[in-house]
């Protein structure tokens, strides 16, 4: 049992990386989190911050907490915090909002197009 454990966390990992190379903010994330369970504190800090820098909000908070921990400066926090909020603006559009109000309004179909009223 103990070895099967053991391959499929290498598998997830594998994974975990793939998808970050892939660019997916939300696996570095926790790639950051596993690493940081295995005491690798330097390697999840630079996964958590890229992340932040990608804009995901979890990678943020988890910075915050390390910074409030004083495992990361106020400069190393700062930056990040604003490289994630730079990252968030970014992606911010007005076709964006309306699909947003659209969605909040329920005009949505199943297969994703917006009902237009007439």
Known sequence: ??????????????????AVIAGHPEAR????????????????LKHYIIAANLGYDSSIQSLKG???????????FAAALRRHQAAVDATKSPQRKAASIAQAAGKFRSSGYILLEH
């Not at 391959?7 to 793939?18: A, D, G, N």
């Not at 994330?29 to 999840?44: D, M, P, S």
């Open 29 to 44: 994330h926790n790639l950051a989190c596993y690493e940081k369970r295995n005491g690798n504190i330097e390697r999840a």
């Open 66 to 76: 390390c910074y409030k921990g004083g495992t990361v400066g106020k400069e190393d």
């Open 1 to 18: 049992r103990g070895k099967l454990l053991r391959r499929t966390r290498k598998r997830e990992v594998y994974h975990l990386e793939e």
